[in-house]
């Protein structure tokens, strides 16, 4: 083998003239002594048995982890991803991905990674091969079948899923690939049970599908099947989210701020003016003043005028803000109140009404419009262990953000309900101006997309903070503040001139409300997301 190694970016391994060693190599009788040489000379490193890697710095269980795929086909060559693993997201559960081959049964422990092969059979007709690699993934069908089989727990989980597992595995691919779906695989249950030799267990499988659609009726285990059953079905991926946000509330406790919303009557018109701002309605600010506080409305653009109106005659009225519901029935009553409130001039938008076709923001695909009722409901009492204000605002807003339960009108109904419980409690509103959109979103996207928690948490009681600033009193005052504070620049023209939303405290001469430190970052929270 050539000397005068250099690094190859595109394997991630190293070069000796024409030949390359891929991310992972597994040590066979052919390759051992080119192996063991590579060793010597610093060119590979070994991670686990027969198991070698040229990456040099980054951990071994990241390294098996990623390369997964093509670790598990080149140790168990034409095995099959089976039981637990092949209805589970990432196919490792816990730290173990579950096999089954032709071959003995055996476990073979990696770095972060147990995987556990039983004698079975190897790949049927409709299992799906990863590419190149000598490893396939049982077809759905092959799964609920051998799920149904008997099995003891061994480390920290067991090889099958219990009933409530693959209820939840069911009414996932019910959710995301609809009913036709459920059918097809009802169909193909019987041929795949015959060929792997277990019909009774093909039997079970179906019942539990066939619960799904409706046709037969099962004792369910899981509580999405019995909300079905109930006749409101929920999103359980969406309530999971909710409970990691839940999750962080309480073990990062948050600082009141309290606040006479009497004291601030400029706040109400600042609210409306930017939670429109950032669904698109762009006014300047006088003549938004004007449409808010004096009903005057352009001729040239008359609904979104209402909407600015809609919106501040909504936030303005403290007895109706001080209104937050005490159960998921009273959420449902009072999100159809307020949006019929909200969208009074706009008919064509069903005021009040859920939606009825599903909706979608460039990649996110919000809740299925057949979902809202029971996950809104559900949702709530997910959020029941939050008792300040603040949490409670947060959670709820993040519900409402994430159903988004109407065709339209649902950034603003999520940023009114989180007023509006801070309200409640006499404690500072939160202001999303426009110098702030960008961060607010992106934290919101945060915890949808990554279930990441703490962006929107630290997102928001910086905002509070901002807002505890501003001297609301007057609006002359309040506008000079904002505007100083970079608060009325739109995203790009903060990207185009590298400013940033700032804490009037932080500004020369502004003299704010005096309000203590809480220890909040002083970048506008720009970090955090």
Known sequence: MAENLAPNPRSGGLTAGKFAWPPIVIGTSELSLRISRAVGRGELRRIGSRLYTPNRTEAPEVLVRRHLIEVAGGFFPGAVVADRSALTRGYVAGSTLFLAHPGAARDLTLPGLTIR??????PLGPDHRFGGAELYLSCAERALVENQLPSRLRGDVRRRMSQAEVEEYLDRVLRV???KRLVEIL???????????LRDEGERARAIVRGFLGSHSIDPRSGVLRARQRGRPYDADRLQLCEVLVDTLLQHPHEPRPADPAGQPELPFFDAYFSNYIEGTEFEGDEARR???GGEIPAGRPEDAHDILSTYLIVSDLDGMRRTPHSGEELLELLRERH???????PEKHPGGFKEVDNRAGATRFVSHELVVGTLTEGFSVGAPLISPFDRAAFISFLVSEVHPFDDGNGRMARILLNSELTAGAEQRILIPTGYRENYLQALRALSHNGRAEPLCSVLEWAQRYAAQIDWADFGRAREMLERTNAMLTSTEIDRRG???????????????WEAEVGVPSDGGLSVV
């Open 187 to 197: 169909d193909l249950i019987p041929g795949v049970a015959a060929e792997l030799g």
């Open 117 to 122: 092969a039983r004698t079975g059979l190897g």
């Open 291 to 293: 449409i808010a506080t």
């Open 340 to 346: 019929g409130k909200l969208m009074a001039f706009r």
């Open 177 to 179: 690939q609809g009913q």
């Open 499 to 513: 400013l940033r939303l700032r804490l009037p405290s932080d500004v020369r001469g502004m003299e704010p409300i």
